[in-house]
């Protein structure tokens, strides 16, 4: 009993100290994507062009693209049209934009994003009120005789009464 009792304390105790060692992490950097200011998630909504309010909220996620150069997805998750192109992005100005791009979620569709806009802190969350970034832009889908649309929103909080 004592000798399984040793060899479990042992391993145990090698575990531990082995486990703490931090060689060679110190100089690790996860790095960043480029376009990590245009990039997350977001409750939108759909409006007309004169402002009335189509929709309810949907999630919709805008992320860099594998190439890592400026161009980011926009991305409804198949909720809203559906939708998901590449953007051109403008990370200093906090924009985004794209002409006549290849829908991937409609093979036959194309979609024209414009004045698409990031304001930190430009609005508040529809249930908490914390204050997060605002994203808008116009979109103008070529299959889709009611277009154009504006699509507004506010980033997710992580908190559930901001969830839609």
């Known amino acids: 009993m004592n000798i399984r009792y040793n060899a479990i304390l042992l391993v145990f105790l090698s575990c531990f100290f082995f486990s703490c ?25 759909i409006y007309s062009m004169s402002g009335e309010e189509l929709s309810g909220y949907y999630l919709l996620s805008t992320y860099n693209t594998a190439d890592n150069d ?3 997805f926009v991305d409804d998750n198949e909720n809203l049209f559906p939708l998901k192109v590449k953007a051109t992005g403008d990370v200093e100005n906090l924009n ?37 970034d605002s994203l808008s832009f116009q979109i103008e889908l070529a299959n889709d005789p ?3 649309y504006i699509v507004a929103g506010y980033r997710d909080t992580g908190f559930a009464e901001d969830d839609h």
């Open 146 to 148: 009611d277009s154009p």
């Open 21 to 45: 060692e931090d060689d060679g992490y110190a100089d690790y950097d996860a790095g960043q994507t480029n376009t990590k200011e245009l990039s997350g998630e977001w409750y939108v909504s």
């Open 70 to 72: 400026n161009t980011i």
């Open 96 to 132: 985004f934009s794209t002409t006549d791009a290849a829908n991937l979620y409609d093979e036959e569709g194309v979609a024209t994003i414009t004045e698409g806009l990031i304001i930190p802190n430009g609005t508040k969350a529809s249930g908490s009120r914390t204050v997060v």
